[in-house]
T-cell receptor
Framework: SQTIHQWPATLVQPVGSPLSLECTVE??????LYWYRQAAGRGLQLLFY??????ISSEVPQNLSASRPQDRQFILSSKKLLLSDSGFYLC??????????????FGSGTRLTVV | GQNIDQPTEMTATEGAIVQINCTYQ??????LFWYQQHAGEAPTFLSY??LDGLEEKGRFSSFLSRSKGYSYLLLKELQMKDSASYLC??????????WGAGTKLIIKP
């Protein structure tokens, strides 16, 4: 199983509040993990990816950060949310073998609304 | 820069056939994916093409022409449940997925 657990499903947070979204994965060890954001009616924007514990690559400079404290755990955080952080956040992993060629498996997503 | 283009929205009739096109300009090419995404849900994998030609999988087929930077997803015998967004994504030379904005497909009875 390459299941991804992502929570919460929906979240409403005030501007300036902190954020912590957690993603845990099952299946093969040492997966590549990804955090994406999708604004309404838009494509997927890669925020962070990780190829191993403690290894984080950032694609978009902003007030978000990510951490990978364990092989199967990927966390997205913010110290102070902005209105522009609203969107649909998706955690993803490579499907098998660590190679992206096999496709990505996505978690069910978190819909974040910053008010 | 890297760019993937696909139509924003298409409408088709239940039982008919629809073709969703995708053109791409990327730094290298290691394959092209099609994903289906129902409203409010995560994308699900449909197909992967790395060689030129047509790959058929049930009612869905995907075609690739690397020389033209072009792919299409063909959906036959359309059903109401096929109403969704269809995302085209290309794996670039760094094995990172570059995503199109998606095509919203509306199926009418």
């Amino acid at each position: 199983s390459q299941t991804i657990h992502q929570w919460p499903a929906t979240l409403v947070q005030p501007v300036g509040s902190p954020l912590s979204l957690e993603c845990t994965v099952e299946g093969t060890s040492n997966p590549n993990l990804y955090w994406y954001r999708q604004a309404a009616g838009r494509g997927l924007q890669l925020l962070f990816y990780s190829v191993g514990i403690g290894q984080i690559s950032s694609e978009v400079p902003q007030n978000l950060s990510a951490s990978r404290p364990q092989d199967r755990q990927f966390i997205l955080s913010s110290k102070k949310l902005l209105l522009s952080d609203s969107g649909f956040y998706l955690c993803a992993r490579t499907a098998r073998g660590g190679s992206p060629s096999y496709g990505y498996t996505f978690g069910s997503g978190t819909r974040l609304t910053v008010v | 820069g890297q760019n993937i283009d696909q139509p924003t929205e298409m409408t088709a009739t239940e039982g008919a056939i629809v073709q969703i096109n995708c053109t791409y300009q990327t730094s290298g090419f290691n394959g092209l994916f099609w994903y289906q995404q129902h409203a409010g849900e995560a994308p699900t994998f449909l197909s992967y093409n790395v060689l030129d030609g047509l790959e058929e999988k049930g009612r869905f087929s995907s075609f690739l022409s690397r020389s033209k930077g072009y792919s299409y997803l063909l959906l036959k015998e359309l059903q109401m449940k096929d109403s969704a967004s269809y995302l085209c994504a290309v794996l670039d030379s760094n094995y990172q997925l570059i995503w199109g904005a998606g095509t919203k497909l509306i199926i009418k009875p």
